[in-house]
């Protein structure tokens, strides 16, 4: 997918590790300059330099995302500072893993502003740009828990449902208007969700079973090919639908057919 997105400028939020590394990188090494936001700067310094390594235009701004005005901000600053938006990446997120009777009212609000909220308001602002030049490639990123419920994950899971069900919608308003809305929906990624001793490894490990024994054993027991998926993984799907003019409405899934 080399040099598909020459000219391409793109928008990630929620850049600074992970899965939005990874796509921000992946859109990078495809051609595209590319936009890094997070609620700091200082998380992005580390894919700021992978992106630059790949030889791609890059600028970093820091964000709320839960924040209409500072979203309108950043990305009439984005225009501003490199002529367009092309692709936004609305990757920013957060987790609670709690069972929902202990889950406080105060903790589904904080994951249902970030993960739902946060993704309506980056596209309200995004579309401000692209619906004028009727072009514009938006890519909300969802999850496999917003297609199949998983346990002690009730708001994160409402929130990436609703994700899905806006995306899918929002695709429909606007499929006239040269701008596709689809949803990547991340399987099982090494990442914070699920490693070390916050993570869904630790709080779904077995009686006497380590952080470590659990990441595996979940492998096998949850994925079909028996292998996690990588952040590089959803960087090849995200250039893909920031390339292809006629796929829209979409929930797609990289999860090693967990959700067949």
């Keep these: 997918m080399e040099n598909t997105l020459n000219g391409k400028v793109a928008l990630v939020t929620g850049a600074g590790r992970g899965i939005g590394q990874g796509i921000a990188v992946s859109l990078a090494k ?48 984005v225009t501003a500072d490199f ?3 092309d692709i936004a990446v609305n990757n920013a997120g957060v987790i609670g893993i709690h069972k929902t009777v202990e889950m406080e009212p105060e903790e589904w609000d904080r994951i249902m502003d970030v993960n739902a909220k946060g993704v309506f308001l980056c596209c309200k602002a995004e579309l401000e740009v692209m619906l004028p030049k009727k072009h514009g490639r938006i890519i909300n990123v969802a999850s496999i828990a917003g297609k199949s419920g998983m346990q002690l994950l009730a708001a994160y899971s409402a ?10 919608s929002l695709a ?3 499929a ?14 090494g990442t914070g969700m699920w490693r070390g001793d916050t993570g869904l490894s630790k709080a779904y490990a077995r009686d006497g079973e380590t952080e470590e024994q659990s990441w595996e054993r979940n492998q096998q027991d949850l994925l079909p090919q028996g292998e996690a998926q990588t952040p590089e993984d959803m960087g090849q799907l995200a250039v893909y639908l920031a390339s292809a003019p006629h796929v829209t409405g979409q929930a797609i899934a990289v999860d090693g057919g967990y959700s067949l």
Aim: aromatic residues 6%.
């Design 159 to 168: 929130s990436k449902f609703a994700v899905v069900g806006f995306t899918n």
């Design 83 to 85: 002529g367009t938006l």
């Design 172 to 174: 429909k308003e606007v």
């Design 30 to 77: 495809a051609g595209a300059s590319v936009a890094l936001a997070d609620v700091s700067i200082e998380f992005l310094a580390e894919t700021k330099s992978l992106v630059e390594q790949a030889g791609a235009k890059v600028i970093t701004y820091q964000v709320d995302v839960t924040d209409y005005s500072k979203v309108q901000g950043v990305v009439q600053k």
């Design 176 to 189: 006239k208007e040269g701008i596709t809305v689809n949803a990547l929906c991340p399987g099982i990624v």
